[in-house]
């Protein structure tokens, strides 16, 4: 797949999985037993994730960045978020949170999973 392809749907990804996450923050406050308000700023971070990726991407369509430049810092940005995932969903756990930790879990096990694919796309040299 191609490196732009590949960060338009990531982006797209982000900033609709953050829209679709707010929009269902009071239903699933009240499923995971925590305050709206707190899935909102996860929410936010999952949009403005998908907006940082928009922005580059468009940054790449203007020639103002390489793609393979881009695409390095969605992977480490999905890097990071897949290690802060891990001590929440544990401090989640501990708190009585169960759902809430296994959201948080499987959050950054998946983004891992790509962070992880987008430094191999960089090492093989997708375009």
């Known amino acids: 797949m191609r490196t732009t392809a590949w960060l338009a749907r990531d982006a797209a990804a982000g900033w609709g999985a953050g829209v679709l996450f ?3 923050a009071p239903m699933l406050g009240a499923l995971y037993g925590v305050s709206p ?6 929410a936010l ?5 998908g907006a940082a990726g928009l922005s580059m991407l468009a940054r790449v369509a203007c020639g103002e960045m390489a793609a393979p430049q ?3 810092r969605i992977a480490a940005a ?4 897949a290690a802060l995932c891990a001590p929440a ?3 989640a ?5 169960p759902l809430l930790a296994a959201h948080l879990f499987v959050e ?3 983004v891992g999973a790509l962070g992880l694919y987008e430094r191999r796309m960089i090492q093989s040299g997708t375009r």
């Open 45 to 49: 971070v999952n949009a403005a994730y």
């Open 89 to 91: 969903s544990a401090a």
């Open 22 to 24: 707010a929009a269902l």
């Open 93 to 97: 756990l501990w708190s009585g949170l």
């Open 108 to 110: 950054g096990a998946v």
């Open 70 to 72: 881009a695409l390095g």
């Open 78 to 81: 999905n890097l990071v978020w």
């Open 37 to 42: 308000l707190l899935l909102v700023g996860l």
